[in-house]
């Protein structure tokens, strides 16, 4: 189970910072990911963290998000900075197995449920 937490609404140029809490597997041995949802659009790929802590960004928002692993507490973390209206989306976790650790979501066999981010 992963539930997504942190999410609100934020000026252009402001801060968030979301967590996502799994629970059911041993978190260490999954790759984790941010994706994510604007109204209209499909669901894309944001940030991912391998078992080996190698970090990946999209272009979108490289150089503003962070995304990090907090293996002891079973904790995903997704800092967010410099946000923009663009910005305003649905994001998800999702944890897929294994060190491939591959973009695509069909790989992804975790999903949480969401947290809403609105930059205005």
């Known amino acids: 189970q992963l539930v997504e937490s942190g999410g609100g609404s934020v000026q252009a140029g402001g801060s968030l910072k979301l967590s996502c809490a799994a629970s059911?597997?041993?978190?260490?041995?999954?790759?984790m990911a941010w994706f994510r949802q604007a109204p209209g659009k499909e669901r894309e790929w944001v940030a991912r963290?391998?078992?080996?802590?190698?970090?990946f960004y999209s272009d979108s928002v490289k150089g503003r998000f962070t995304i990090s692993r907090g293996n002891a507490e079973s904790t995903l973390y997704l800092q967010m900075d410099s946000l923009k209206p663009e910005d305003t989306a649905m994001y998800y976790c999702?944890?897929?197995?294994?060190?491939?650790?591959?973009?695509?979501?069909?790989?992804?066999?975790?999903w949480g449920q969401g947290t809403q981010v609105t930059v205005s």
């Open positions: 059911g597997y041993t978190f260490s041995d999954y790759c």
């Open positions: 963290i391998s078992v080996f802590d190698t970090t």
């Open positions: 999702a944890a897929q197995v294994g060190g491939a650790c591959y973009v695509l979501q069909p790989k992804y066999s975790y």
